[in-house]
């Protein structure tokens, strides 16, 4: 897991900055600095353009057998030789309506626009909107037309009615085509009491993730009333990875893409690692040098990506929040530190004495704009949190990567030595990031920041009379099958709050919990059957670890000799897939795993409210709605009967579960 969000060390972005990134590379900036989103007090010493390609040492190189990926663009050019281009379309929600927000490699010369109407051929109103860019790396003056996006476009169309199907086309600018005309749906109006389903997703990227995408397209477009939106929960195209095909691979990397057919320049043997087989359905020497389906290029990753999902990202929201994976250009070096050769020294198909990563490693010109949510409409703060209503449910995107006490990626003021106001060089990791928001004291303080003062407010404002349902979502577990050191931070910061507000789910980047107190106590008071669990709201609520859409890291599995803890009920390190959400009424909602190998439902989970009990836990007002008897009755048969939990047992209870206290254990597989 990575990030590209704009970020600094120990100020906050503006608003209006933050609010129009994801993931920026890197930014970071003493208190006293000036506002800015990168530090550049040291120089970056790499190559100019990193480029994850022994052989081919160019931008557009397609030589030695190593054909680079493409995909085509969002607006079909109108002729052969295009000079500017839309080249993604991605939809978002803002309250009553939706942002546009599309990309092209060259400015429009003017202000983007979007036509729009309620019938397709009679687009009669006209919304206009702001563009921001960046010095990317390459720029887009050596990339193909077609295959690059540097300025980012936003427009917003507000006001709008409900559950209201709306057409929109953007028209042509400084060379680019006008698009086709194309339509979205607006989101609900918190309190619509009818049925929605909306696709749950993260870590996905482009490798291993072909079936997943499939079977999204399908979802998105069926007959039963398709998507109401994608909510991806970080970990983005896996754009980091860049480097794939030239480190090699260490034992305890789960897979690694090489290709038996693959040659390297200079004398010598062909190193062990290039004679691995692929995994299956992977093809050698496609993107990166050693296979695995990857642009050699960071930034030509997320291009690749963001015009792949094109097809889902026009027709339905695709609402996103940060994962690591979106924290620097690279995240860990290589087994005899590759990535310090090439990044810091200069040096390719080389090797270095120690790992000297810093956050001044990566290119600073390497940050994203490439998405934007509703941060600023629901005071939070750009996509790093944010919160939005559909139907019955409210929804809430947490930032676990930074802005609180020991998040996983460090604000400079954390790398700080006694007497210091900046780090030097040498005391930054390359994945520092943040705060996105305000610190109001002392780093170690979760009283002093702002995303927990604001995920706060925004739960004692959730009016369990409309919204009966609260699901929240970060990339990082609070718990898991085994134990990572992260999560009792994780814990620390977010877990209290959500208890005490009543909410019903916790999702993040598939395992599925057992209902859970604090302190990693199991609710076996709210467990009907393997498949269906009571909401116990103050108490305990559901963790669904959902990390398994595909990429090219492929599934984080146990280390050998290892049980999950007792808290799972479910784990799968096979398949690949994403889960469908459908908010049945006021007092159910169903989970389903659809696999990406054949669109089968791999688990499903169904949440009942009690019989009589309220919607909230401490906070908010509650709902009043009941379940019958008979309903529940329905709802746990239907779900028991397609379940297992991880033991393999498909007995009606988990009364036998044990709820002892786990020990501490660590994953010993490749860095996810």
């Given amino acids: 897991m990575r990030y590209p969000f704009a970020v600094t060390a120990a100020a906050a972005l503006s608003a209006a900055t933050a609010a129009s990134l994801v993931v920026v590379a890197s930014g970071r900036l003493s208190a006293a600095a000036p506002a800015a989103d990168v530090d550049e007090r040291f120089p970056y010493t790499g190559p100019d353009v990193p480029i994850g390609d022994w052989v081919d040492q160019t931008v557009n190189g397609n030589g030695k057998g190593f054909p680079r990926l493409v995909e085509p663009p969002a607006v079909r050019p109108s002729g052969p030789n295009p000079t500017n281009n839309v080249n993604v379309i991605a939809l978002s929600y803002i309250p009553r309506g939706v942002n546009v927000h599309f990309q092209t490699p060259f400015g429009l010369g003017e202000p983007p626009a979007v036509r729009w109407g309620r019938d397709a051929s009679h687009l009669d109103s006209l919304a206009t909107g702001s ?210 050769a090439y990044l810091v020294n200069n040096k390719t198909n080389a090797t270095a004495p120690a790992n000297n990563l810093t956050y001044y490693s990566c290119p600073p010109t390497q940050r994203q704009h490439r998405f934007r949510m509703p941060g600023t409409e629901t005071s939070g703060v750009g996509n790093f949190w944010y919160s939005f209503d559909y139907g019955l449910a409210h929804f809430i995107s947490i930032n676990g990567e930074t802005d609180y006490p020991y998040s996983p990626e460090w604000p400079f003021v954390r790398d700080l030595k006694t007497g210091e106001t900046l780090p030097t060089e040498s005391e930054t990791f390359i994945t520092d990031s943040g705060p996105f928001g305000y610190i109001n004291g002392s780093w170690k303080d979760y009283g002093a920041y702002e995303q927990l003062a604001w995920l706060k407010r925004d739960l004692a404002a959730v009016d369990r009379e409309k919204t009966p349902w609260v699901i929240a979502m970060s990339h990082r577990p609070m718990y898991s099958s085994q134990v990572s050191s992260y999560q009792k931070y994780m814990r620390n910061a977010f877990e209290g709050l959500l208890l005490q507000y009543g909410v019903d789910l916790y999702l993040s980047g598939y395992e599925r919990l057992f209902p859970l107190g604090a302190n990693q106590t199991i609710d076996s008071s709210s467990i009907v059957n393997n498949g269906t669990y009571y909401t116990n709201p103050g108490v305990s609520m559901t963790h669904i670890v959902n990390g398994m859409a595909g990429n090219i890291e492929s599934h984080s599995t146990l280390a050998s000799g290892k049980s999950p803890l007792n808290i799972t009920a479910v784990l799968d390190q096979e398949h690949y897939g994403f889960s469908k959400l459908t908010v049945e009424n006021a007092t159910a909602l169903r989970w389903q795993f659809v696999r990406g190998l054949d669109g089968q439902i791999g688990d499903e989970l169904v949440l009942l409210k009690r019989p009589g009990s309220g919607g909230g836990g401490g906070g908010g007002s509650s709902s009043s709605s009941v379940m019958s008897s008979s309903s529940a009755a329905y709802y746990s048969a239907t779900a028991a009967s397609s379940t297992k939990n991880v033991y393999g047992e498909s007995s009606s209870t988990a009364e036998a579960v044990s709820e002892s206290a786990a020990t501490e254990v660590y994953h010993a597989t490749k860095p996810c």
């Fill in 131 to 340: 563009t921001h860019t960046y010095a990317r790396t390459p720029p887009c003056s050596e990339v193909i037309v077609t295959q690059c996006s540097q300025f980012f476009h936003e427009v917003q169309i507000g006001g709008l009615d409900h559950d209201t199907t709306y057409y929109y086309q953007i028209p042509a600018a400084n060379g680019t085509t006008t698009s086709d005309v194309l339509s979205f749906r607006t989101a609900r109006k918190a309190g619509d009491p009818r049925p929605f389903t909306a696709a749950v997703l993260n870590d996905m990227g482009y490798t291993n993730a072909q079936g997943t995408f499939q079977h999204l397209l399908e979802a998105a477009s069926g007959t039963d009333g398709g998507l109401a939106f994608a909510w991806h929960g970080g970990d983005i195209s896996y754009a980091d990875d860049w480097y794939s095909g030239i480190l090699p691979c260490a034992d305890d990397w789960p897979v690694c893409y090489n290709g038996t057919s693959t040659s390297l320049p200079g004398t010598g043997p062909v190193p062990d690692e290039y004679k691995v087989p692929l995994p299956a359905g992977e093809k050698p020497n496609q993107g990166g040098p050693q296979g695995g389906d990857m642009s050699v290029l960071y930034e030509s990753n997320w291009d690749l990506w963001q015009q792949w999902i094109n097809n889902l990202t026009v027709k339905v929201p695709y609402m996103v929040l940060p994962g690591n994976h979106e924290a620097a250009c690279a995240e860990f070096d290589g087994p005899n530190f590759e990535l310090t």
